[in-house]
C-alpha cells in the first residue's frame, strides 16, 4: 500500500492554494506508484563505471530480504551511440512505474551528447533533489555530529543546457533562473523541514555578484520562507558555504540552493562523512521519483575490480522503499547495512577497509 496523502480540504483552501502556486510543490500535490498484485515495478537504470556491480548489490539484498519488488532493467549507458534509442525506452518505462532506482551515467566532456543524467530529469520534471549528508558511526571523519540535507534545484541554473560559440574563441553559457522553479524548489525545502522536524533552512547563493539571477533566487527563497513562521531561515554565499561547511558542518540543517551549486556543495558534504560510496539520493517530482548515488560519480577506475562500496545505492533504495511506503523492508536493510559498517567492520577500500562488493553485500544479507 502507498502513501495516501489526501487531506481535508475546502474547495476555497484548494483555489487559495493553487493561486499561490504557479507550479505543484509539496508532497500532498504528488502522484505515487502503483502496486500491481503486492508488488511493484521499478526501473532500474545501473549506470556506467561500478554501476552494475552496486546494482547487482541492490537485486542480491532485495532477493535476500523478499522485498516485493520487480526490476525492470535498462543497460542505459553514457559511453555508447545507442543511448539515446535507450534513454527513451528507459523513459518510456519511468512513465509507467513513476519511481526508479539508478546509478550515474558518465558524460562526455570534449564532445558526444549532452548527460542523460540531466535529460531525465529535466524531461520528468524531477525537480527536486535530495542528498543526506550524515555521519555513520564507526566510520573515521574529521567533524562529528554532521547531519544535514542538500536540497538542489533540478531543472534550469546554468545546467540549462543553453550555450553556444558565437565566435571562435568566445562561448557564450546562460544560467536560467525563473521565479515560479524558484519557488517551487524553495517550498520544498520548508516543506522537507517541517515533515522532518527539521529547524532550519540555509538559502546558499551568489546573490552578491550575479544580482539579477541569483538575487531572484535568494529574493523568491526569502518571500516563501514567511509562508513558515516556525522554520528559521538565513542566507549565505556559496564561497563562503563551502569555507564554513569544511570548519563547522554541525550548523547547517536542511540547505536549499541552484543547480551547479548543489553539484558541488553535495560533493563536500560526501567527503565530510567519509566519502560518496555511502551518501544517499534521491529526486522527487510531482510524478516520478528517481533515487540514486547523492554524490554523483561513475567510478570507472575501479569499475570491474569488485571493489566498489554498494552502500550508496543500497542507501537510495531505502529511501525508494520508504517512498514506496514499505517502511518495514527499508529498516531492515538500513539496520543491516549500518550494523556491517559500524559493528562488523566489513568495508570497502574507500572506507580503508579491504573487503571486496562482494563480501560486503554478503555481510549484509547475513544482518538481515
Same mark, same amino acid.
Given at each position: ?324 511506503? !514499505? ?23 574507500? !572506507? ?17
Amino acid at each position: 500500500m502507498f502513501r495516501s496523502f489526501a487531506r481535508q480540504t475546502t474547495l476555497k483552501q484548494v483555489a487559495s492554494r493553487l493561486s499561490a502556486r504557479s507550479m505543484s510543490t509539496v508532497v500532498e500535490d504528488s502522484i505515487g506508484p502503483k502496486c500491481y498484485g503486492g508488488t511493484y515495478t521499478v526501473t532500474l537504470i545501473p549506470g556506467d563505471g561500478i554501476g552494475q556491480e552496486t546494482a547487482a548489490s541492490v537485486k542480491a539484498v532485495f532477493e535476500a530480504s523478499k522485498v516485493p519488488v520487480e526490476f525492470e532493467q535498462f543497460d542505459l549507458s553514457g559511453f555508447t551511440d545507442e543511448g539515446d534509442n535507450l534513454l527513451q525506452g528507459a523513459l518510456a518505462s519511468l512513465r509507467r512505474n513513476k519511481v526508479g532506482l539508478k546509478g550515474i551515467l558518465y558524460t562526455p566532456i570534449r564532445r558526444g551528447h549532452s548527460s542523460f543524467n540531466v535529460a531525465m530529469r529535466k524531461e520528468l520534471d524531477i525537480y527536486a533533489s535530495v542528498a543526506h549528508c550524515k555521519n555513520i558511526p564507526g566510520i573515521d571523519s574529521r567533524h562529528k555530529d554532521v547531519d544535514f540535507v542538500i536540497i538542489r534545484e533540478n531543472t534550469e541554473g546554468e545546467y540549462s543546457g543553453l550555450e553556444h560559440q558565437s565566435v571562435p574563441g568566445v562561448v557564450e553559457s546562460l544560467k536560467i533562473i525563473t521565479r515560479p522553479k524558484t519557488e517551487r524548489i524553495a517550498r520544498y525545502a520548508f516543506d522537507y523541514a517541517l515533515r522532518n522536524n527539521r529547524k532550519k533552512v540555509t538559502i546558499v547563493h551568489k546573490a552578491n555578484i550575479m544580482k539579477l539571477a541569483d538575487g531572484l533566487f535568494l529574493n523568491t527563497c526569502r518571500a516563501v520562507a514567511k509562508e513558515y513562521p516556525s522554520i528559521q531561515h538565513n542566507d549565505m554565499i556559496v564561497d563562503n558555504t563551502a569555507m564554513q561547511l569544511v570548519g563547522k558542518p554541525q550548523q547547517f540543517d536542511v540547505m536549499v540552493m541552484p543547480n551547479l551549486y548543489g553539484s558541488i556543495v553535495s560533493n563536500i558534504g560526501a567527503g565530510l562523512i567519509g566519502g560518496p560510496g555511502i551518501v544517499p539520493g534521491a529526486n522527487y517530482g510531482r510524478e516520478f521519483a528517481i533515487f540514486e548515488p547523492g554524490s554523483r560519480h561513475v567510478a570507472k577506475d575501479i569499475q570491474g575490480r569488485n571493489t566498489a562500496n554498494p552502500s550508496s545505492l543500497i542507501l537510495s533504495s531505502v529511501m525508494m522503499l520508504r517512498h514506496l511506503q !514499505l517502511n518495514e523492508h527499508a529498516d531492515k536493510i538500513e539496520k543491516a547495512v549500518s550494523k556491517t559498517l559500524s559493528i562488523d567492520g566489513v568495508r570497502t577500500p574507500d !572506507l580503508g577497509g579491504s573487503h571486496s562488493t562482494t563480501e560486503f553485500t554478503n555481510a549484509v544479507i547475513r544482518n538481515l
